[in-house]
Structures are given as structure tokens and as C-alpha cells.
């Protein structure tokens, strides 16, 4: 049996809107933060984020999780670019030190120094701040969107049926799985698996993960094979399918398309004309 994200029916504006109009805004969106890493140009993708994310209704409790994992991956990943200035390098050509930490010892006669600099502490800003604006829209989506438009969504957005059922599918997949791995965990530690005490290298441990990864890799490969069949007994992709229910664009819902293809437009246009590249304070260049 297929199961969904956590979502639930909120009076928010998020899902005041219609689901196809938010997922080409979405789209929009996304595609124009890629435009830019200019810092100021950013902090506007990011307030449009924010704003989402407080009006979408949606409590700190039913997705701490996800929010957890995001903000502890960015941060860990803007502090490593930081320290190295890994991916900036194709963004800036020269470096200005603002301070450098020199440690007290020796490492087979190097002493390791950092180096602070205006240009790794900027592209570390600015990669956190884009980042986290294209996380954090995302994760809205599963939490905001109604498990039943998936495949009207999609099918609403031009795409043909066999697409939008699998995108449907793909998007229920994941808390499938994991409500299965879930199971499978408390069923092998009710039989006395102890998962906690597994020792030993890499491949000992994977080995020794056989009573979980086994069940519900067998699990979703039988489940697939039966939504087959099912899909196959109604003559599905023989001809085009029906839909049980059907969603109308409202005002509101062109009004944000609009929004979106404009801010789409407005970024190709100022990349173009060369605005929205790398960029440094300049009393941190003095």
C-alpha cells in the first residue's frame, strides 16, 4: 500500500493557491536564483523563501527533521567551502587576506594556517543563502501539495499520462519506503536483531545489515510488481486516461504564473546585461 508525505489540509496561503500554478512558479523560482551570486540579488530569493515558508502554515514540529537535516547539510558544506575555496575559484581570480590563523605545531614540518579572505567568506555567504532558499521551497512541496493532485498536477502541467503517474509513484516512493524499513526494523528487533551492536569494518556491517536491507528491497520490488499488474488489468497507456477530480485556474493562480514568469524574464535579462556576478563589499577589498 502506498503511503504519502505528512500533509494536511491547512488554511495557509500556500495552499490558497492552485497546485499546477505553484509548481511553475516554483519552477520560475528556481530557475532564476541559478542566474545569480550576488549576494544582494540572493537576499531577495531568500525573502521570497521566508515568506513562504511563515505563511505556509506548516508547524516546526511535523518537519524538524527535514529542516535539521537541510540546515546542518548547507552549513557544514558553506563552512567546508569556506575553508578551502573549493567551486569559488571559477568566480573570482584574486584573493584579498582579511586575517590569518597560524597554528602552534607542526604537521611533518607544516604549520597549518587559514586564510580568511573577503572573496571565501562572501561565496560562502552567498552559496549558503542560495542554497537554503531552493532547499527550503522545495521541502514545502510534499508538506503543501494534496497526495491526491499528483498525478492531476503533473497532467494538468502538458505532461502525458504514463509521466505524471510515474511522477506520481516517484513522489510517493520515499515515505513508502521508509514505512516499510520502518516495519521491517521493529519486526527483526522483536526476533532479537540488535542493530545497535553492530561492530566490525564497513563491509562487515553491511553484511551484518542483511536482515533489514533484504525484506524491504524484496518488499518494494513485489509492491512494484503489483501495482504493475493492477495498472495493467485497467488497460492503462491504452488510451488517455480520466481523472476523478479537476482543477480551474482562479485569478490568483495567474496572478502568481505571472509573478513568476516575470521574475524568470527579469533575471535572464539582468544576467545578460552582466548584473547578478560575484560580488564583494568594498570595505572588505580596503
Not at 511553475?24 to 536564483?33: D, V
Not at 521566508?50 to 540546515?71: D, H, N, P, Q, Y
Not at 497507456?237 to 521574475?263: A, Q, S
Amino acid at each position: 500500500m502506498l503511503v504519502s508525505w505528512r500533509y494536511r489540509k491547512r488554511d495557509s496561503l500556500l495552499q490558497s493557491f492552485d497546485p499546477r500554478a505553484w509548481i511553475i512558479f516554483f519552477s520560475c523560482f528556481l530557475a532564476s536564483t541559478l542566474f545569480f551570486w550576488d549576494f544582494r540579488y540572493l537576499l531577495f530569493f531568500l525573502t521570497i523563501a521566508l515568506v513562504s515558508i511563515l505563511t505556509s502554515g506548516i508547524k516546526w514540529k511535523e518537519m524538524a527533521r527535514a529542516w535539521i537535516f537541510i540546515i546542518g547539510f548547507i552549513l557544514f558544506f558553506s563552512f567546508l567551502t569556506f575553508l578551502t575555496g573549493r567551486g569559488g575559484m571559477e568566480l573570482y581570480t584574486t584573493e584579498h587576506t582579511l586575517a590569518k590563523l597560524a597554528a602552534s605545531f607542526k604537521i611533518f614540518g607544516w604549520t597549518p594556517t587559514l586564510h580568511i579572505t573577503a572573496e571565501r567568506t562572501m561565496f560562502a555567504l552567498s552559496m549558503l543563502v542560495r542554497v537554503f532558499s531552493i532547499a527550503s521551497m522545495t521541502i514545502l512541496i510534499p508538506y503543501s501539495l494534496n497526495p491526491a493532485h499528483y498525478g492531476i498536477t503533473f497532467r494538468g502541467l502538458g505532461l502525458p499520462d504514463k509521466i505524471a503517474y510515474g511522477m506520481d509513484l516517484t513522489m510517493r516512493f520515499i515515505p513508502t519506503f521508509g514505512r516499510d524499513f520502518s516495519l521491517t526494523m521493529d519486526a527483526q528487533k522483536a526476533r532479537g536483531y540488535e542493530i545497535e551492536k553492530l561492530s566490525g569494518g564497513l563491509f562487515a556491517q553491511v553484511r551484518k545489515l542483511a536482515p533489514l536491507i533484504v525484506p524491504v528491497t524484496i518488499h518494494a520490488i513485489a509492491g512494484s510488481e503489483d501495482i504493475i499488474d493492477a495498472m495493467d488489468l485497467r488497460a492503462f497507456g491504452v488510451g488517455p486516461r480520466t481523472w476523478l477530480e479537476k482543477l480551474t485556474y482562479r485569478k490568483r493562480d495567474r496572478v502568481l504564473i505571472v509573478v513568476g514568469v516575470v521574475i524568470l524574464l527579469l533575471s535572464i535579462a539582468l544576467s545578460l546585461l552582466g548584473y547578478g556576478k560575484f560580488w564583494v563589499p568594498g570595505f572588505m577589498l580596503g
